[in-house]
Each structure stands twice: as structure tokens, then as C-alpha cells.
């Protein structure tokens, strides 16, 4: 019991000197953070849809829970495995150390100096962890006085801790108490230090004003939003905007010291850009939603933006960039982020004249940290993992035989572009309207061909035309109704949207690995 308290004293050490550390390197060093990007890095895609899809964006929150549980339990048995061999159980707390210190340097993104935090922490951890198992072990020379035995368990002839003799329970009381109170110290400065780091960045941000774009985003007709309750707004607050990354730390970019990078294959002038460089140059406007690959048929990955920022094909055409139908030799642009993400683009898609942006706004602020700030990639018609780098700093034009980006490595496709979709927003599942009109409304997306038409059935019968809003334009979503003379009894709610090419969503369902879901969303409700 005791020796496993030891144990768990020496983790919570480890991690709070970690994070003092940390505080010094950077936090996604940490050893929790670390490790956390090491599995995300290596969860298989099922995996990993299986968690996005049930755990949301809290997915992140269960893996981290999921490593300290690990933790808290290994370091158990390591307090365990000291009380016998005092060595052993230290060398044992350095294991981790390393385990700790390889997966932050192996990170994509990873430099020498995040091994920093899980060494040191396991070092202090390993004395700390000596010294306490040192106090568990039999005193030693003449047994304690009569009146210093002075509990049940030794009080019954049972040796206390199993098979353990008496030990300087005191003592062992007072390092542990020490130990623990030090490294809670050192942990909470380590995130005092940290938040003052995070709140001069958030401050800098704030202080951003974005210029006024050149070329203004089209108005959003006022029919675009039909204002029905329970259904999604046209334009979706940052607040509410879907996340979806690998990142277990959000990176906070100092927009000052940021550069981007374009170079590669067939760039006849490489140029690096500074965000002021970005924010003097002709800004565009536009309304644009975004879907991410991993949404599942009636999901919530998806979300509009007004975004504000650099047409990219304006910057690689000044790199000297051609696409492969001009005779370009590039046919991908690989952006890097800060966090190591590596995101992969056709050219021809990016420079085919579609509003591809380098964003630097979003919904009339700076890019939000959690969105990409300062600068992110948004293409008009291309999933996320393809087009839309967050806390970009790099890109390489290279070919898609070349090189496969990160989550090409994992088995998604090269090349995705948004399969046509539609959702039911209201009646929500299991709803129970009365029965009379009832209006069924949702979204229907097929960015850059633009929605064409919607169509509503029940129980399997005829399909109904829905009544379509205005078109903002053929890059965002469409909102629809369809008003709906509802029976009493148990329905079930069907939609399916056909895109401007005439292409009507298929109802085969499919699954979001490797290029998009697909089938219809069905709603069932219980009319009464
Ligand atoms: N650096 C980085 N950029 C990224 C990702 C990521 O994991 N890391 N995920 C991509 C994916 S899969 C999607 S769907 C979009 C989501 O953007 P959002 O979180 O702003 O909605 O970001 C893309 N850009
Ligand atoms: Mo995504």
C-alpha cells in the first residue's frame, strides 16, 4: 500500500517537474502531450474515426485521461517492484523518462530540446522514488520501542504491507508529504509560466486589426437564411465551428516572428513571406464552408465561415508556379505547420480560379489559435485533411508520386473532393411533434458545383421537392425546408440533394475512410 503511495508520489513528480521544464522548452514538450501525439500519430484510421466520431473533439480529453490512468497504474507497480529492489524501481521511473523524452523528439515537429521535460522529470522522479522506498524498508539495529509500533496491522502479528517488516512510518510520511508538496509547487509554476506565455500571445492577437479587403465577400442574400428554429445558421459563430486536428496542445504562433515558406518543384522564385508581408497584399473575402472527411452521414463536421485572406494562386503564380494542365511540373503542394501536420493539394485545383485562400480571417477576427492563427489554408470544394493546413509555415510543390502527406500515410485518399451531402437539422431523432405541419429543414453542401435541388420522403414514399434558400454562391451550404403534413405515428424522415453537374447524392452508405461517407441521413421521429 504504502510502497504503491511511493510510486504514485514519484509519477506525480515526474510530471509536475515535466511541466515546469516544459514551461522553459514549450508545452507541447510535456510528456502527456508527447506521448498523447505519439499514439494519435500511430492510431489507425478506423481508430481514429471510431474516436472523433464518439468522443467528438473530446476525444482528445479521453486520451489524456486515458495516459494518466496508465501512468497512475504503472507507477504503482513500480513503487511495488522498489520496495524489493531499490535500484530496479528507479531505473524502472528512467524507462519512462524515455519513453517520454522519444516520443516528443519523434514527434513530426519534434527538435532535440522536447526530450528535456520527460528526462528531467523522470530523473527527479527516480531520486524521489529511492529515497521513499528507502524509508519503507525494515529499520534496521534494534527494534522500535514498544510504544512506537503503533498500529493494527503490525498490533496482529500481520507484517505491515504484506510481507514487509516495520519501517519508519514517520518518516515515510513526512518525505512523501515533502515530495508530493514540492512537485505540486514546481507543477503549478510550470503552468503559471505557461499561461503567462499563452496570455501575452492571446494578447498580441488581439491587437491584430485586419485591413479592409480589396475584394469584399459577395452580401449574403437575405433568403439565404431561413431563420428556422433548430436549424443550422448560414453562417457559423467561431465559437460553435467544428475542430477537428491532431493537435493535443493548440500551437500559440507569435504572429511577429512568423514566416511562410513556398519553394519546391518548379518555383523559379522561392519567396518567404511575414504576416505584415500577407496583411499588405490585396485581400479577398469570401463565404466558404468546410466539411471535414471523418463527418458522418447527419454529422457535425461541417461549418461556413466568412473567411478573409491571400489568393494562393495569385502568390504561386508569382513564385512562378504553373499548374500540370500549363505544363507545370508540380501536381501537389505539401503544406507544413508548425505542428508538423503535412497536408497535401492538387495544384490544379488551387490555381483553376476557385477563391483558395491563405487565410488570415475568420468571421471578422483573426484567425481564432484553435482555427490556425495567424494563417491557414481554405479551399473551396476540397476536404479538410487536403486543403486546409492550420498553423501552415511551409509549402513545397512537389508530386503526389513524390510524396504522401500525413494522413495519405494512414490510408485516406490522395485526393478528395467533397462528396455531395445533405442533413436534416429539425425534427431532431426521437423527436415527437404534433401532428399538422411540421416543418423538416436542414443543410444540403456540395462546395464549388453548388446545390441544385433537395428532397424530403417519408417512410420510403414519394420524394417531396424541398424549398431551396437563396444561394450565397456554389462554395457554402444551402439551407432547405419542406413543410411537412405530419400523421400521428412512428416516421421515418429521409433527404438527398443533387448538385449543379445533375448528380444526385447516392443512397449506397459508405464509410468516411478513405475518401468521404456517403448515403442518405434518416431521421426517425414519433409523431403524437
Ligand atoms: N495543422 C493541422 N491542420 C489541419 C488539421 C490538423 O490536424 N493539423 N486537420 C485538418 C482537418 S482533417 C480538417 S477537417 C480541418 C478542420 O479545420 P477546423 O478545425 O478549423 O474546423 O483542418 C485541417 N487542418
Ligand atoms: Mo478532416
Redesign the pocket.
Known amino acids: 500500500m504504502f510502497a504503491a503511495l511511493g510510486g504514485l508520489i514519484a509519477g506525480f513528480t515526474a510530471l509536475c517537474v515535466a511541466e515546469l521544464v516544459a514551461a522553459a522548452v514549450r508545452p507541447e514538450a510535456g510528456p502527456v502531450a508527447a506521448v498523447g501525439g505519439a499514439v494519435i500519430d500511430r492510431t489507425p484510421p478506423a481508430v481514429k474515426d471510431f474516436a472523433v466520431r464518439n468522443f467528438g473533439t473530446d476525444d482528445k480529453l479521453v486520451l489524456q485521461l486515458g495516459i494518466l490512468v496508465l501512468l497512475a497504474v504503472f507507477a504503482m507497480a513500480v513503487g511495488v517492484l522498489a520496495l524489493r529492489y531499490r535500484w530496479t524501481g528507479a531505473a524502472a521511473v528512467l524507462v519512462f523518462g524515455v519513453v517520454g523524452s522519444v516520443a516528443a523528439g519523434g514527434r513530426p515537429e519534434g527538435r532535440p530540446t522536447d526530450a528535456l521535460p520527460s528526462a528531467v522529470g523522470a530523473l527527479v522522479a527516480a531520486g524521489v522514488l529511492y529515497l521513499l522506498a528507502g524509508r519503507l524498508s525494515p529499520v534496521t539495529g534494534p527494534p522500535p520501542a514498544a510504544g512506537e509500533t503503533d498500529d493494527e496491522e503490525t498490533a496482529d502479528g500481520e507484517p505491515a504491507d504484506g510481507e514487509q517488516g516495520a519501517f519508519d512510518r514517520r518518516g515515510f510520511v513526512i518525505a512523501a508529504t515533502a515530495a508530493a508538496a514540492a512537485s505540486a509547487g514546481a507543477g503549478l509554476l510550470g503552468r503559471r509560466l505557461q499561461a503567462s506565455q499563452l496570455a501575452g500571445v492571446s494578447a498580441a492577437r488581439g491587437d491584430i486589426t485586419l485591413p479592409a479587403p480589396a475584394s469584399p465577400a459577395p452580401a449574403i442574400p437575405g433568403g439565404a437564411d431561413l431563420g428556422i428554429r433548430g436549424l443550422s445558421s448560414f453562417t457559423t459563430p467561431n465559437k460553435d ?7 493535443l496542445v493548440v ?1 500559440r504562433v507569435d504572429a511577429d516572428r512568423w514566416r511562410l515558406r513556398i519553394h519546391g518543384k518548379g518555383v523559379s522564385r522561392p519567396v518567404t513571406l511575414s504576416f505584415q508581408d500577407l496583411l499588405g497584399r490585396e485581400l479577398v473575402e469570401r463565404d466558404i464552408t ?5 463527418n458522418q452521414v447527419g454529422g457535425p ?1 461541417v ?1 461556413t465561415a466568412r473567411w478573409i485572406g491571400v489568393r494562393l494562386a495569385t502568390l504561386l503564380a508569382e513564385a512562378g508556379v504553373k499548374p500540370p494542365s500549363k505544363g507545370g511540373p508540380a501536381d501537389q503542394i505539401v503544406a507544413r ?5 503535412t ?1 497535401g493539394t492538387p495544384v490544379e485545383e488551387v490555381m483553376d480560379g476557385r477563391d483558395a485562400l491563405l487565410a488570415v480571417g475568420m468571421n471578422g477576427e483573426p484567425l481564432p489559435f ?3 492563427f495567424p494563417v ?2 481554405v479551399v473551396p470544394g476540397l ?3 487536403v ?6 509555415q511551409e509549402i513545397e510543390l512537389t508530386t503526389f508520386d513524390a510524396y504522401d502527406a ?2 495519405v500515410k494512414r490510408d485516406w485518399s490522395r485526393e478528395a473532393p467533397i462528396k455531395t451531402q445533405s442533413r436534416i437539422d429539425t425534427p431532431r431523432p426521437f423527436a415527437a411533434p404534433k401532428p399538422g405541419t411540421v416543418p423538416v429543414a436542414g443543410v444540403a453542401w456540395a462546395q464549388h458545383r453548388g446545390i441544385a435541388r433537395v428532397e424530403v420522403r417519408v417512410d420510403g414514399g414519394e420524394w417531396h421537392t424541398a424549398r431551396l434558400a437563396a444561394e450565397a454562391g456554389r462554395d457554402t451550404w444551402r439551407q432547405w425546408v419542406w413543410e411537412w403534413p405530419a400523421t400521428t405515428g412512428h416516421h421515418t424522415l429521409e433527404v438527398r440533394a443533387t448538385d449543379r453537374t445533375g448528380a444526385t447524392q447516392t443512397d449506397k452508405r459508405v464509410g468516411t475512410v478513405p475518401d468521404g461517407a456517403t448515403g442518405w441521413h434518416s431521421v426517425v421521429v414519433d409523431v403524437t
Do not use: N
Open positions: 465551428f467544428y475542430r477537428v486536428d491532431t493537435a500551437p468546410l466539411t471535414c472527411v471523418s463536421y461549418g505547420s508548425v505542428d508538423g501536420m497536408i484553435d482555427h490556425g491557414r489554408m476536404y479538410g485533411y486543403s486546409a493546413c492550420k498553423w501552415i500525413y494522413w
